[in-house]
């Protein structure tokens, strides 16, 4: 009888063994396919690896980075983002209530919570943005090399700064005090995301856009500059590399 139980715990650790195997493998083909842009191949490759762990928060953080990354392609379309960005969201949170300390499962919950609240409208924007914050800085914390989690604070405190007049009224309604939040903090944060990741037109598009309200009109325009000399490599930095473009000659 020992001798079976002997057989069986070793069959068992050996089949955990080969799907801990087949995950490494399947997150390494699916950040591949990302590098590549393929971002709807990632999302079924990654859906695919669910099914064998569906509790691995490596797999969550990015099959929340893969519904994110097909959502910020075409923004203007609300149905796609509705189709991804709360899916997105739900793996995000699973993933940070298994693993606390997962930098990326942080990163995209901020991520989408707060892509999720500019298209819910002004009130849910103000309440979601607190939770973009707590987590963006936790991301920071955990993971203080990846440039995205500047850009998300950078981020924060630009839309919380250039809040019109009656979104404060409606967020001093809601919660009493905004959070203090200014556009040169957001000025801070989007120049270290570029120092970290200086190929990435979004950090410039909005450190340009920050320096115009901060009435920095030759930085805006270097910033400008710089990003459209960036060569695009997705829908996104087209889009990103066009707005900076159309800023650029609007300064004078």
């Known amino acids: 009888m020992k001798k079976v139980m002997q057989a069986i715990s070793i069959f068992i650790a050996s089949i955990v063994f080969l799907a801990a195997g087949s995950i490494q493998d399947i997150i390494k083909k699916a950040d591949s396919l990302r590098e590549e842009k393929k971002y709807q191949e990632v999302l079924e490759v990654l859906k695919e690896s669910e099914k ?4 691995n928060s490596e797999l969550l953080w990015r099959l929340a980075r893969a519904h994110f990354d097909l959502a910020d392609q075409t923004p203007e379309d609300m149905k ?6 709360y899916p997105g969201f739900e793996y995000a949170k699973k993933c940070i209530e298994l693993d606390p300390n997962c930098a990326g499962g942080h990163q995209y919950y901020a991520i989408l919570i707060g892509r999720i609240g500019e298209i819910e409208g002004t009130k849910q924007k103000i309440r979601n943005s607190y939770e973009v914050k707590k987590h963006a800085l936790i991301a920071i914390k955990l993971d203080p090399k990846n440039d995205a989690n500047y850009h998300i604070m950078g981020r924060w405190h630009y839309a919380l700064s250039d809040l019109s007049w009656i979104e404060k009224k409606v967020a001093e309604v809601v919660y009493g005090k905004l ?3 200014s556009f040169e903090e957001a000025e801070y944060y989007f120049k270290k995301a570029h120092e970290l990741a200086p190929d990435d037109p979004r950090h410039l598009l909005w450190l340009g856009k920050t320096q115009l309200k901060l009435g920095k009109k030759e930085e805006a325009r270097k910033s400008f500059e ?7 490599k997705s829908e996104s930095d087209k889009n990103i ?6 800023l650029l000659k609007r300064i004078k």
């Open 241 to 246: 590399i066009k707005e900076a473009g159309q």
């Open 80 to 85: 796609l983002q509705k189709e991804h960005l």
């Open 52 to 55: 064998i762990d569906p509790e």
């Open 179 to 181: 959070p203090e939040a």
């Open 226 to 232: 710089m990003a459209i000399k960036i060569k695009p």
